[in-house]
């Protein structure tokens, strides 16, 4: 048996798999074991923020295995605590945190928070969480209840929680608050719905409401987060001071991680929450390495030179094919352009494969772009080449 077939016979089928091997990655640059290479505008969704085959994680990683990867969270983890305090102090937020290993699970614990507060904090329970109909929150039974788009709410996996109703937009968030609300929970820049960024006023109008109402913002930054949009956070770009921030992706670099921090310091107690490998030895000491790659890349300049050399690419390769483009969407190294229809994204998407270039789909009709933040000039340039190649055989 080939691995395609092993994995086909052995894995269970929830991924319409590409089946390429790939062997070995160089920042933002994957070799295949049939000798191709690709230029990877994806970065594993999100997540491979300082490249691959990053020398310094490399060496933060093999140094962390010789010595200790898990003890449990019975006892100090030396790295989560530090960790910790360069995330607090990157975000410039007052906060403390908890850390899982995954997005959704990041969602779940902020939920939890959010619940926990609504129950000690009033006399009469609040528990309802408001999100949008284009969110994307997570795969878990709640965190599926939480996203807005109606696909996901399958009978296959019902029943599902309570206490989950969706707007369609930030303005229809106030009429829909009742006294059992206890959150908003929102992306700044909703990643699978589209990378469709909110205006920075109807975010701060918003935020301004919730506390005057004292009802708890969360902002989901599992794909915002860890400078994908510039900033440290997209929270930081608004302005805003969430009283939940959830992360995950970019910040672990490629390790597994979910972070869900709060102003509220004093809300869990032992016992009110907890994960068996999160936080441990391998996944902070690695994410503290790329917070520290990341940290140095926003300070000298190069992050915002590579923003700024993305768009200007971007931009012209989306000028110079308005008959297939319909717009330019999102932030920072979260980019997306409007197609005309679903047909020629999954075409644009897969000549781009055979050309040598990975994007993405989000939505039904954007395509995606996410590159490590720590691509060179020569993989952006290589890349709208290959991109080029790719539509001219649609146009
Ligand atoms: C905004 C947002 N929230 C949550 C998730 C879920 O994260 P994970 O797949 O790590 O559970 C994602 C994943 O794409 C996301 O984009």
Redesign the pocket.
Known sequence: MNFEQIDKQYVLNTYARNYVNFIKGENATLYSEDNKNYIDFTSG??VVSCGHGNQRISDTISNQAKNMLHISNLYLIEPQAKLAQKIAQLSGYDVAMFFGN??????EGAIKIARKYGETKFNNKKFKVITLEH??????IT?VKATGQESMHTPNFSPYPDGFSYNKSINDIYNSIDDETVAVMI?LV???GGVQPFEKEEIQKLEKFLKENDILLIV?????GGYRTGEFLASNLYDIKPDII?M??GVGGGV?I?VVMTTMKDIFSPGDHGSTFGGNYLVTSTALEVCNILDELKNNGKLDETILYFERKLKEFYENNQNIFTGMVGLGLMRGLRVLNSDILSSIISNGFDNGVMVLKAGKNTLRFLPPLTISKDEIDEGFNRLNKAIADIK
């Open positions: 969704i999100g995954s997005g959704a699970e990041a969602n969110s994307f929150h997570g795969r878990t965190t992306e909703q990643g699978e989901d930054e599992v794909q915002t959830t995950a992706k597994p979910g």
